[in-house]
């Protein structure tokens, strides 16, 4: 029998979502929306499933519950998902606090299911290799990495990107990516500094930011991140440096074709930056497939809940060295999986 999922929320990154789980064997049950409007019954039709406002309607019939809310939200959910002995995936990042994400971890212990984090980056081929290579010491010792993530501002009639207090900021929402990779490749981050400037206007404003992470074996990570530039922009680029060698990736000179598009293909306007990948299968396809996998025996995804905890625990710590002017120093949270 089919798993079936029902997935909260009804926004951008469902859509992607529920994509996505139409290349697996998985059966999309239900939608959870905040209210009953055309987009959320247009999307629930095109993918064949129930459309209801409250999680607790879908439970009985759902083995996942895959959630896709503003950030803000993700601890309710996964709470209440738990507590039904349902499996959990959260879209990143996993919580707006590190209290909130540990939370979220031993609730789901306590109640045997999985909590399975979307930070879909480690399922790009080109993020997965530079890892494997240095994994393999091709390149020595990671000594200095340069990670650099621009976009422009998300544009949404209720845009609760550019509101801290439902989405982090864009240090969390679009800067853990690099922080988590950073990680995945050099190892804990002990020490954390940044700068940022910030103009919250609606549409259009500056939001750009500069961290440099310590990390315990002695590398240096310098990530860029901005929701500052023209739409319908998204670029990407990283080096690492190592002992032995350098491994440098820039999107738009790696493309086999780069389009810049105002308008997705269907002609809705784009309104939230999504990284494309030349594959012929989405990468966030691959992430929802390995994560069945595991559900269902198999291997364990190249992600855990406390990976996603110390993407967090980086992002918020910049943010706070920030504000303050100074930097942070971390504890690495512990292997609570």
């Known amino acids: ?76 959910f996964t709470l209440r998902a738990a507590v039904a002995g349902k499996h959990v995936i959260c879209e990143k990042p996993l919580a707006l606090t590190v209290e909130e994400g540990r939370r979220m971890i031993r609730a789901c212990r ?28 091709e390149v020595g010792r990671p000594a200095v990495l340069r990670l650099s993530r621009c976009a422009f501002q998300p544009r949404k009639a209720d845009n609760w990107f550019i509101d801290p207090a439902r989405s982090g900021g864009m240090m969390l929402d679009l800067m853990v990516h690099d922080f988590d990779f950073a990680r995945w490749v050099a190892g804990d981050v002990v020490r954390v500094f940044a700068r940022s400037t910030r103009d919250a206007a609606p549409q259009g404003g500056l939001d750009h930011a500069l961290a440099i992470l310590t990390h315990r074996d002695g590398a240096i990570s310098h990530v860029e991140g901005s929701w500052a530039f023209p739409p319908p922009t998204f670029r990407t680029r990283f080096e690492i440096a190592g002992t032995e060698g350098l491994i440098v990736f820039d999107s738009p000179s790696a493309a086999a074709i780069v389009t810049y598009l105002h308008r997705q293909n269907g002609g809705e306007r784009v309104e939230v930056p999504l990284p494309r990948s030349p594959l012929l299968e989405s990468p966030y396809a691959i992430q929802l497939r390995t994560f069945t996998h595991a559900l269902t025996g198999g291997d364990d995804p190249p992600v855990t809940a406390v990976d996603a905890l110390a993407a ?26």
């Open 312 to 337: 967090v625990q980086i992002a918020t710590a910049a943010i706070e060295s920030s504000q303050r002017g100074t930097a942070i120093e971390l504890t690495p949270p512990a292997d609570e999986s």
């Open 1 to 76: 029998m089919a798993i079936r999922v029902a997935i909260v929320g009804t926004g951008f990154m469902a859509g992607v979502h529920a994509e996505a789980w139409r290349q697996t064997p998985v059966q999309v049950v239900a939608f959870v929306a905040r209210d009953w409007d055309q987009e959320a019954g247009a999307m629930a039709a095109k993918h064949q499933a129930r459309l209801v406002t409250r999680l607790e309607e879908v439970l009985p019939d759902a083995d996942v519950v895959d959630i896709c809310t503003p950030t803000h939200l993700h601890a309710d």
């Open 110 to 137: 306590t109640h045997g299911v999985r909590l399975l984090v979307g930070h879909v980056l480690r399922f790009f081929p080109e993020y997965r290799a530079a890892r494997d290579l240095v994994a393999r010491g």
